[in-house]
């Protein structure tokens, strides 16, 4: 919590969410060059132990957790002034889809709260006692009491989203990238004025900040007049929209100069640190996910939230919408549209026994999330271990795969997806979408209700790249932002009052 001791928790500003994200972005290209080793082996690293029972991975998607600390050690005492031990002031969760066509970014309000559970000591934190439900804490408190590893496990037990790794920046983390990226724009439709507690001055419209000044405008506070602190969370994002298209436009990660001289101005300010997991090797991955990807398929979204009835102060995570938003998340699937019933015309009826082949269409009923289907997998090909190969894909990818085996002949040329009724045609072209081409529906009464079989003909060789949402979803359901976004126009609600 910025300034602690002065401002209760809701009236302090989100800071420097945005520089994680572009962390994620930058680190990237020092990974694969052994000149850089000294500033890769210079970051701080955490080994996370106790997450419990964690959620299953339902496919590639990589879930980092973002988190900017306001550590006062070292130079940031100086920035940020005395406060004992450190407090996570912002907590994302950036889900990079299994495609890397879109990326999505959680944004948690620290006083969301969250049931207390047992962590154990990390370096700088003293753990927790698990504690029975009506107690909870507000999610800062988890980090605080907790660190890193203390969060990471809350937010996975609440959202039920498989995280892979975390990433955490100070204060001078924030300033060293928005100087090594010469700047960054935000915009005003108000001045600010300075205050007893703020000397920031700005009037209205566009200004380009550099690091300090950046940090002084983030971290301005209520008596500012822009709103609650939930608004605040919507300014932040629309600084991350800023540095995306800041990124962007200096081609930062297509120079090594810049790019070494960011993530160099952060480790020597001993400023970053992430779990011990976090591999150059998984850090490349996570640039290359990056590459070509347009402004617009990065989205920014703030998870809804309802007042706590305990607290006024604090907000609670809202049960009629986040489990859905988390789920989509998880499984990297389009969220469900409430659409207006429409009567269409009734199709044909098979004759009893007899099977009824369709090609799968781009119309008809939409794809399940891959955990809701039954899939049992048989060799219609002879080729050795292709059932079972293909039936481990399957799982890997949240499928719930019954068995393998072989079909009753390997004369199969295309493959086929049978299904029983049609109560189960979403579940077999949801298991036909992950074949691609040359895969016939087959409606085949003798199938087990509630389960599909997929039999693999010899023109199969392995599945199709995986199906990702397509990007503008999320955006636009939760009114956040997307990478696009103009951020003189498109703010919406961030600068309104109180």
Aim: aromatic letters at 8%; proline letters at 5%.
């Amino acid at each position: 919590m910025l300034g602690v001791g002065r401002y209760p928790a809701r009236t302090l500003v989100t800071g420097w969410s945005a520089i994680g994200l572009t962390l994620v972005l930058v680190l990237t290209a020092l990974a694969g060059y052994v000149k850089y080793r000294d500033v890769l082996d210079g970051i701080n690293h955490i080994a996370v132990t106790d997450l419990g029972k964690r959620p299953p991975k339902f496919n590639n998607a990589m879930n980092v957790l973002l988190i900017g600390s306001d550590s006062r050690s070292g130079r940031n005492r100086k920035i940020g002034g005395f406060a004992q031990g450190q407090r996570s002031d912002t907590v994302m969760i950036v889900h990079i889809s299994p495609g890397h066509s879109h990326i999505y970014v959680l944004s948690f309000p620290r006083d969301t709260v969250v049931p207390i559970l047992s962590c154990t000591p990390e370096p700088g934190f003293g753990g927790q006692t698990a504690q029975p439900l009506p107690n909870v804490e507000q999610l800062n408190s988890t980090f605080a009491y907790g660190g890193p590893g203390c969060l990471w496990k809350t937010l996975e037990q609440t959202t039920h989203i498989r995280i892979d790794d975390f990433v955490e920046l100070n204060f001078t983390g924030f300033i060293s990238v928005i100087d090594a990226l010469g700047g960054v724009w935000v915009c005003l439709p108000a001045p600010v004025v300075p205050s007893r507690y703020d000397h920031l001055s700005l009037t209205a419209g566009r200004h380009f900040l550099k690091g300090y000044k950046a940090l002084e405008f983030w971290r301005l506070r209520e008596d500012f007049g822009l709103g609650s602190d939930l608004q605040r969370i919507q300014r932040d994002q629309l600084l991350m929209v800023a540095v995306v298209q800041r990124i962007l436009k200096t081609e930062v990660l297509h120079s090594l100069t810049k790019t070494y001289s960011i993530v160099s101005a952060i480790v020597h300010a001993h400023a970053l640190t992430t779990d011990a997991g976090l591999s150059p090797t998984k850090i490349l991955d996570i640039g290359r996910s990056m590459a070509g990807i347009h402004g617009k398929a990065i989205q920014f979204v703030e998870i809804p939230t309802t007042t706590y009835p305990g607290n006024p102060n604090w907000v609670e995570m809202d049960p009629t919408q986040d489990p859905t938003l988390f789920s989509a998340v998880a499984h990297d699937v389009k969220l469900p549209k409430v659409h207006k019933g429409k009567k269409g015309k009734a199709g044909s009826r098979a004759g009893k026994g007899k099977a009824k082949r369709t090609r799968p269409s781009s119309t008809g009923p939409k794809l399940l999330s891959t955990s809701k289907v039954s899939v049992e997998v048989l060799n219609g090909s002879g080729v050795q271990n292709i059932a079972s190969v293909t039936g481990t894909a399957l799982t890997q990818r949240g499928f719930h795969v019954l068995g393998w085996s072989s079909a009753a002949t390997f004369s199969y040329i295309g493959s086929i997806v049978e299904y029983g009724s049609t109560a189960d045609l979403a579940a077999a072209r949801t298991v036909a979408a992950q074949l691609g081409k040359n895969v016939t529906l087959q409606l085949t009464p003798s199938i087990t209700a509630g389960t599909v079989t997929l039999i693999l003909g010899s023109d199969f060789k392995t599945l199709a790249p995986q199906q990702s949402a397509p990007p503008g979803n999320l955006a636009k359901q939760y009114s956040g932002y997307t990478g696009g976004t103009n951020v003189c126009r498109g703010y919406g609600t961030a600068f309104t009052g109180a």
